[in-house]
């Protein structure tokens, strides 16, 4: 198994560029967000929740969010088996532990985290660009102004976390895609040897 943690604020292209590495490394994408905008089109108990969140730009509650995530991997057996990408999750330094943890009782780990660094105004673009029709509620000034002091408050903690065991990759994530996928692949092939 080779499991990846694609890392960055907001807007700063987790979900693009996981698109890329799940077809050059034949890995699962699981999207935290995505699971939970899942929940909320299909109108369950949980999508009511996070949808309260969500909208406000908050982080759903750690407690809640581990359990999300745990059930999903128990879910899902023939899907990870080669490994996974998790996008949007670990967002907080409990979630990285929990993270650990669930990894181990599948007898992996964490091996590489990439971590998507983008000029703030270059996020903030992007994402009142993707708000003129991507129908999330998140992407308005207002909530996108939230999202960003969420992040750097409790969640850009975790560079220095995964700095200190190793594991951080950073990546310029402003300007070219395929240039940043090019650093990206550079990185994870590193991390593989
Ligand atoms: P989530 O869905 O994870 O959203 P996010 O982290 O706010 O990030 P985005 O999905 O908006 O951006 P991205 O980094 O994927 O970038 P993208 O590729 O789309 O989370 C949403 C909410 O769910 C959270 O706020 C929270 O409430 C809740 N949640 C989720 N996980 C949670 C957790 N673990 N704990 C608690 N709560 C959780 O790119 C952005 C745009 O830019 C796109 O339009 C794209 O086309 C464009 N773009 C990408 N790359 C480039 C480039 N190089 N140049 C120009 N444009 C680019
Ligand atoms: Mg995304």
Redesign the pocket.
Known sequence: MFNIVIF?A???????QSERIIKEYGLHHI????V?RDHIARGTELGKIADS??SK????PDEL?IRVLAHYLEEHPEEIKEGVIF?????TIP?AEALSELLERHNTKVHAVVGLEVDEEELVR??I??GKDSGRA?DNPETIKK?LDVYHKSTAPLRDYYTGKGQYHAID?N?D?DR?FADIRASLDKARM
């Open positions: 960055g907001p807007g700063s292209g987790k979900g693009t999207s935290t967000g995505e939970l969140y969500i730009g908050q982080l759903i969010m996008d949007g999750f670990p967002r979630q992007r994402m660009l993707r998140d999202r994530g300007g895609l940043i």
